[in-house]
């Protein structure tokens, strides 16, 4: 387990309960479990105050988390007989966009998301999540595809934002990524997201464009990191903590703008404590959003998505 900086009192409580165990198991003579239970007691109610009223930019950390379960341990848990399908046709394929076809629930379905990768090589290889104009082709020709055959499209969202490099901007990032949101409002499918970590930028509008979005607890959603935002608006990246709490880009903000329908509980401590938990909790949340879905005509899908968009940001100005 990987402790964040907030949670440093929580990780000597529950290091101190280990080397009680591993004593134990060094010595069958000597008896600590009283002691050891004692402090995974004091632990449980540390966690729950830490995690009682997170901060925003306590949230950014959480959603931040290497251990929190990533685009791959979500397609490999929830769906089956997944295809990934690569490149864009026209450039090559990018390793930070994954997806294919495959069945969720036993029903045809286009899964797409984004990969940050589980350790520096596969970090590398994904580019931490933040892909270039031909990832976002590549999604493009996807959706292209579900249009075609029907299949619903479901958006595995997780990324700090589109690759800012040179190469990337000479290919036309702006242009791809802008492409790609309108192919989210143009097919005529159901189309639903889950931010599943960050959602950053324009690079997760391009895949978020949805009819329905449903959002972790822990995950952020925002048109800049706080980082970046504290590096404009102040000179100075260390105010990234001010940044955050003025973005609004918690679940819970961002519910109440109407930006996001739903917010998908995770397990106590964030879903890097208890994955199997958080994965459960989004595919019965992709469940639910389906069934809202089916059936619906394509002209009402498309009218319900550009519509929810246009919209956005009015319910929490009236209130």
Known sequence: MQYLEFEKPLAEIEGKAEELRAMARANSEMDVSKEAEALDRKAEVLLKDLYKDLTPWRKCQVARHPDRPHCRDYIEALFTE????????????????MGGLARFNDRPVMVIGQEKGHDTKSRIERNFGMARPEGYRKAIRLMDMAGRFGLPVITLVDTPGAYPGKGAEERGQAEAIARSTQKCLEIGVPLLTVIIGEGGSGGAVALATANRVAMLEHSVYSVITPE????????????????????RLTAQDLQKLGVVDRIVKEPLGGAQRDRAAAIEAVGKAIETMLKELSGKKPDWLVKDRRQKFLDMGTKGLAA
Do not use: M, Q
């Open 82 to 97: 997944y295809t990934p399908l690569a490149g864009d046709r026209n450039f090559a394929d990018d390793h930070a966009v």
């Open 228 to 247: 970046g935002c504290a590096s404009i608006l102040w000179k100075d990246a260390e105010r990234a903590k001010d940044a955050a709490e003025a973005l």
